[in-house]
């Protein structure tokens, strides 16, 4: 019966494989957590500039009539209320997340920053998702209005509220799009020992 | 294991244990997603309302396409309930084979996807349902729920089944990650 010996992994295999499953250069992984960081800042800003558009977003406009004024702000719907906050929220979490993404830099073969940074992120990539979600619907509305349940499209007055609760959709969509990615890098570079 | 010798024939059964057991509840919260994804399609897709009272012009009648973010739930829940039923054969694959790596990573960066799928459908259909249920005072946007109770309470209830996806989904992620790791 012949025996593997796996000790001498310091002698190249082929094509520079040293530990079995790692797929390509030695170093890739580093490679990944940079990218990892980098992604990381971008969607900082992403979900901090949505969160900040959608909070400065009020308008009044010019005319008004004896008792009404004609005024939308962001905080007379509560979808954009919870818009805000969740945005907030996952901004803050991908600041306090920059320390693991710089320990996994360091240390590019341990699982336990990357692992969890992945169930972290997993939690509030559903938060921002919902949050964008849900004030994509209602800014669609505003766009658009809904003949059948009368509701009018606000936009026609109001074109610089709308301009900024659009672009803050986006921004959170611009994050939700980036977190997906990290996670997938993460789970590709995430240490295990099998070869399939 | 870096360093020890194994002798060709010998199988270990040391990573075959540990990952089985997460890979049927796997299976078992796949198909409870793919089941709670279809129950909630078709709940909101058979919402149909019409009110007892007509004038001669106009037919009082709600249905979930009036309002294009219902429409996105039930297509976004039917995609979702699909790739499911899809997905049931590479996690008996992984209940099998439980040291296979490289393709739990391709069920991660494929649920990852979905996840946002659902999350986005059920979000969308629920902020509508809130305007629905209490309108807006400052965008002049009518309660519609006062009139059509029916149409309210089951666009109401078909977001549970959602929610429920969207639950199972994060859980899925995360086994699949720790069943990664553990190999």
Redesign the interface.
């Known amino acids: 019966?012949?025996?593997?010996?796996?000790?001498e992994?310091s002698k190249n295999i082929g094509n520079g494989r040293k530990?079995p499953?790692a797929p390509l250069r030695p170093g890739w992984k580093k490679g990944v957590a940079i990218m990892d960081f980098i992604l990381r800042l971008g969607a900082i800003a992403a979900s901090l500039g949505a969160a900040a558009s959608m909070a400065t977003s009020d308008q009044t406009l010019p005319f008004f009539t004896q008792f009404f004024q004609f005024?939308?702000?962001y905080d007379?719907?509560?979808?954009f209320q919870f818009f805000v906050i969740a945005m907030a929220f996952v901004g803050g979490y991908l600041v306090l997340s920059i320390p693991f993404s710089i320990v996994t830099i360091i240390r590019p073969h341990a699982?336990g920053p990357?692992?969890f940074l992945?169930?972290l992120d997993?939690?509030f990539?559903?938060l921002s998702?919902?949050?964008?979600?849900?004030?994509?619907?209602?800014v669609?509305?505003?766009h658009?209005g809904?003949q059948?349940?009368?509701?009018?499209a606000?936009c026609n007055q109001f074109g610089d509220f709308c301009q900024q609760i659009s672009g803050a959709v986006v921004a959170s969509l611009v994050a939700?799009l980036l977190l997906?990615v990290l996670?997938?890098m993460s789970?590709?570079a995430?240490?295990?020992?099998?070869?399939? | 294991?870096?360093?020890?010798?194994?002798?060709?024939?010998e199988v270990s059964k040391k990573?075959a244990s540990p990952t089985r057991g997460l890979s049927i509840m796997d299976f078992v919260l796949r198909i409870l997603a793919a089941v709670a994804t279809l129950g909630a399609a078709l709940a909101m897709a058979t919402t149909n309302e019409t009110l007892p009272f007509a004038t001669q012009f106009i037919k009082f009648r709600?249905e979930f396409d009036?309002?294009?973010?219902l429409l996105f739930f039930v297509t976004g829940n039917s995609v979702v309930s699909g790739y499911l039923v899809l997905s049931l054969v590479l996690s008996v694959f992984h209940i099998v084979?439980s040291?296979?790596?490289?393709?739990r990573?391709l069920l991660?960066?494929f649920d990852?996807?979905m996840?946002?799928l659902v999350?986005?459908?059920?979000?969308?259909?629920?902020?509508?349902v809130?305007?629905?249920h209490h309108g807006?005072?400052?965008?002049?946007?009518?309660a519609?729920c006062q009139q059509y109770n029916n149409f309210c309470e089951r666009i109401s209830g078909s977001l549970i089944g959602s929610y429920i996806a969207?639950a199972i989904f994060?859980i899925l992620?995360?086994l699949?990650?720790?069943a990664?790791?553990r190999?």
């Open positions: 019966m012949s025996t593997i010996d796996v000790s992994s530990v499953g005024e939308a702000s007379s719907f509560s979808t699982a990357r692992l992945i169930i997993t939690v990539l559903t998702t919902s949050s964008g979600a849900a004030a994509a619907a209602i669609y509305l505003a658009n809904n059948d349940s009368n509701w009018l606000i939700v997906v996670i997938v789970a590709v995430l240490p295990h020992n099998s070869y399939l | 294991m870096k360093g020890s010798s194994m002798e060709v024939g990573g709600a009036d309002l294009p973010s084979r040291t296979a790596a490289k393709s990573i991660v960066a990852t996807v996840l946002g999350t986005a459908s059920a979000s969308a259909a629920t902020s509508i809130y305007i629905a807006n005072a400052g965008a002049n946007w009518f519609i969207v994060t992620i995360i699949s990650v720790v990664i790791s190999n």
